[in-house]
């Protein structure tokens, strides 16, 4: 009797064991397919290349301006100017410039034939400093970007007017925009202030400037 019931228990034994390793390696197989399986949707994200100008390593910028030169008390005028830059860090520039333009007749002149100015030309040279306030970039379409940047100007000089030379001040803001990493374009505007002597009347003048133009980094 007791060798039955130990033959009993170990064919127990043996198929609580078979069942044990059933149930484990059914485990192990769902855990692999689980693994084994990929995702249902495969994200692509579909990068844009943007080919963007950069600033040339040469420091130095030169640049052919034209525009409209409003000459107090004697109108509008078409001027013509050449500057010279040396940008010290990418923000910090400093300037020389020279422009050319010539004064109308007002309408006092018009009316009486008498005229004030006995040289209309009018020719300044410049020497200022600017700073890049707000440098960003110009999109043009999706894959093309252009560095620009909003800057403000300022500085002393020397203005010919009237047979005479003037000691001036000129203030501005000016907009770039970098077409390619050694050619820019430009638009600027300039106020041109000195004291000028006028039929005995000493007042400061303002000679308002709009110009836009083209430069060469080297």
Not at 29 to 43: F, G, M, R, Y
Not at 86 to 101: K, L, M, S
Not at 193 to 209: I, R, S, T
Request: hydrophobic share 45%; proline share 1%.
């Amino acid at each position: 009797m007791e060798t039955r019931f130990r033959i009993l228990f170990l064919n127990m034994r043996q198929a609580l064991v078979a069942v044990l390793l059933l149930v484990s390696g059914s485990n192990v197989v769902q855990a692999e397919l689980v693994l084994d399986q990929s995702p249902v949707i495969k994200p692509e994200i579909d990068r844009r290349e943007v080919s963007e100008a950069q600033i040339n390593v040469d420091d130095y910028e030169i640049g052919a301006f034209v525009g409209v030169m409003d000459i107090e008390d004697f109108g509008s005028a078409v001027v013509y100017s050449g500057r010279l830059s040396y940008h010290i860090t990418e923000d910090i520039f400093v300037e020389a410039a020279v422009g050319f333009t010539e004064a109308e007749k007002n309408g006092f002149e018009i009316l009486t034939g008498f005229n004030l100015l006995s040289d209309r030309n009018f020719t300044y040279y410049q020497l200022s400093a600017g700073y890049n306030i707000l440098p960003g970039e110009a999109f043009v379409g999706s894959g093309r970007a252009y560095n620009s940047a909003l800057y403000l100007i300022a500085g002393l000089g020397v203005v010919d007017f009237n047979d005479d030379s003037f000691f001036s001040l000129n203030v501005g803001a000016g907009y770039r925009v970098l077409l390619t990493d050694s050619i820019a374009l430009h638009v600027n505007a300039r106020d041109y202030m000195f004291d000028f002597d006028l039929l005995g009347e000493n007042k400061l003048v303002h000679n308002l400037e709009l110009t836009a133009g083209i430069s060469l980094y080297f």
